[in-house]
Structure formats: C-alpha cells, structure tokens
C-alpha cells in the first residue's frame, strides 16, 4: 500500500475531496487499519506501527501536494480572465407581430373613440355563455368547447370555471359595470378545446368590439369596420357582410376583406373568390342588453370580434400560424422595422 500512494491522483477538487474521505476520514481505510492495530501482537507492534503513521503521513502529503497544484491550476485560468474587455453586446428583442397588430387595431379604433377594457382569462359560464344568449344546451356552445378548470385539484365534478373561448366576455363584464355610452375595445388570449391534430393551437387572441347608446344602427357598424378596413389594409380596401349566426348579436353577420393579396382579382389565398373572411359581428341581441341590466328600448348596441392571428397574417402575409408561437427569432426579427 506503501509504495501505491504517489499513484493516487485527482483532477478536480472534488475528486481529491473523495479520496481524501476515502483514505483519512474516520471510516477510511487508513483509519481502519489503525483501529485494527489493538489486535496486533505486542511483538509486532512495534514495526508496524511505524508503517502505519508512515502510510498516514505520506498519503496526507500527497493529497496536500495534489491540492496545491489543483488550486495552482484555478488560479491561472483566473488569471487569463481579461476582466477589463468589453462584454458580448446583448440582442435586443423585438416586439412580437401578434402585439404590433394587436397595438394597431387598438390605435385606430381608439381614433374613432374606443377605449381598450380588459376581463379575466379564466372565466365562469355565465359570462362566456350564458348571459351572451347561449341556451344551455345549445349546439352553438360545442363550436367553441373549451378547457374546465378543477375547482378541487384531482376531483372532477362539473365545474362552470372555465378559460373564456372568446372576448365576447368581456362585453358581458363591462356592461354590466357601467352605464351607456359604451364604446369599448376588449383585446385578449383565448382558449379552444381543438382536437383537430397534436399540432393544432389551443389558444390564440381575439379583439372584441363594443357600441352600446341610443340609437346605435347597423349602418354605425358598416361605416366604422370599413374605416378600420381601410385604415388597417389600405385605402382600396373593399368590405362585404354576409349573413350569419352568433347567439349574442341579432342580426349577425361575417365580414369579408377585399383580398389584399391579389386585390380582389383571385388568387390561392382567397381560393378564387377576391375575398377573405375576418370577423364576426351583429346588433347586440336585445336578451344580452337585459341580462346586463341594459334597457334594451331605449338602447341599442353593435359588436364585433376578430382573430389577431388572422388579421396579422393578412397583412404580413404570414403562412403558417405555428410561427406566432414558436419564438424563432429568424421570424421575430423580420418585424424589426415594423
Ligand atoms: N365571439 C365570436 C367568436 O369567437 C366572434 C364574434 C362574432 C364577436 C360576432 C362579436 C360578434 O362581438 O358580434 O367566434
């Protein structure tokens, strides 16, 4: 054992740490050959004894010779820190094109007297469903399924906590604070339950329209989504309303763009047609008014709502959805100027 011991070696201070409890702490097998040392006869005692401390007093060296040099090591890779140069300059990050767009449609409504209202995420039926007029067994609610929450952790009782499928709640939560003129702008994330594949997104975000005064009219709403047309997509910019069906607004209607790809001759991005589809609006159903606690004979109100995501990829012409939320910065800094 003697003769091992200036093999013994470490790299690292930790190493030597292990060796060192290995040899000399008081379980290590130096240790225990001193506790052995009672049971040698006395005429041997004599000769190993001196072995012993020998053996103790040599490992004991080497392992403070090993940490000298591992220590010496240390200090030489600190001294080559040049702590005087100048750092790696930090990239800055860029705004995000879901916030840009979110910020535009904002700005230009608010040119026309909208004011921006915020409500909470995690909603209750009533406002998401029940008072926007959807029958509580209405199939309406099975096109926008969402995610419950657990109001005890690991019990699954129905729940009617859940994450808003659409900021058509918020109209719910403003009116029912305030009295009219209302005019406001709900922007917001939201949640569908879409099982549509493994890939497919969960959630995305929306800006609600609100106008509730006295004689509110549908001619209101045409003449304020073709300004913010024109102003989001261009001067050229045509709209169309389509007839459609949505339980909180009576009569409904989906908007359609001039498509600003093509111009509105056709093309693969409207499929032919010259025009794309970006919102959903209506006069306020007159149940939603009074289940806010609105007079609805002596108000009226429009409202409208729209997909950030697809208003942004409209006017950066951006492909695939999936680049909103995948944070590449070769996307992101494309926007650097925008
Ligand atoms: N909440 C609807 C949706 O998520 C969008 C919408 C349509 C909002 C018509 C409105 C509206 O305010 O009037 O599909």
Request: with cysteine; aromatic share 8%; hydrophobic share 35%.
């Amino acid at each position: 054992m003697l003769s091992q011991v200036s093999q013994i070696n470490a790299g690292s201070a930790e190493e030597l740490e292990a060796l060192r409890i290995k040899y000399l702490s008081k379980k290590g097998e130096i240790t225990a050959l001193f506790n052995e040392f009672r049971n040698v006869p006395n005429e041997q005692k004599r000769e190993l004894g001196q072995l012993l401390n020998q053996l103790r007093q040599e490992t004991e060296g080497r392992i403070s010779e090993l940490r000298e040099q591992i220590n010496d090591k240390c200090q030489m890779s600190a001294e080559k820190l040049d702590l005087t140069r100048t750092p790696d300059p930090i990239d800055l990050g860029t705004r995000h094109p879901l916030s840009l767009v979110r910020e535009e449609i904002e700005e230009i409504f608010s040119r026309i007297g909208f004011t921006v209202a915020q409500g909470p995420e995690v909603e209750d039926d009533k406002h998401v469903y029940g008072m926007l007029n959807f029958a509580p067994e209405h199939p309406a609610r099975d096109m926008q399924d969402t995610f419950f929450v657990e109001k005890e952790i690991g019990v699954q009782k129905p729940t009617d906590i859940l994450l808003r499928s659409h900021t058509s709640s918020v109209q719910t939560r403003v009116m029912t604070s305030r009295k009219p003129p209302i005019r406001v702008l709900c922007p917001g994330r939201v949640y569908r339950n879409e099982a549509i594949s493994a890939r497919a997104h969960c959630f995305f975000h929306q800006v609600e329209g609100l106008y509730v005064d006295k004689n509110v009219s549908f001619a209101d709403l045409r003449e304020a989504l073709l300004y913010f047309s024109k102003e989001m997509f261009g001067p050229e910019t045509k709209i169309r309303l389509r007839p459609s069906y949505f339980p909180f607004t009576e009569p409904s209607a989906e908007m359609d763009i001039s498509c600003n790809i093509c111009g509105g001759t056709g093309c693969s991005f409207c499929k032919g047609t010259g025009w794309v589809e970006i919102l959903g609006c209506g006069m306020v159903d007159p149940n939603v008014l009074e289940s806010c606690g609105i007079d609805s004979k002596e108000y009226s109100g429009y409202a409208f709502g729209m997909g950030v995501e697809r208003i942004t990829n409209l006017k950066y012409r951006v492909k695939d959805l999936r680049l909103f939320s995948e944070n590449d910065v070769r996307f992101l800094k494309q926007f650097e100027s925008c």
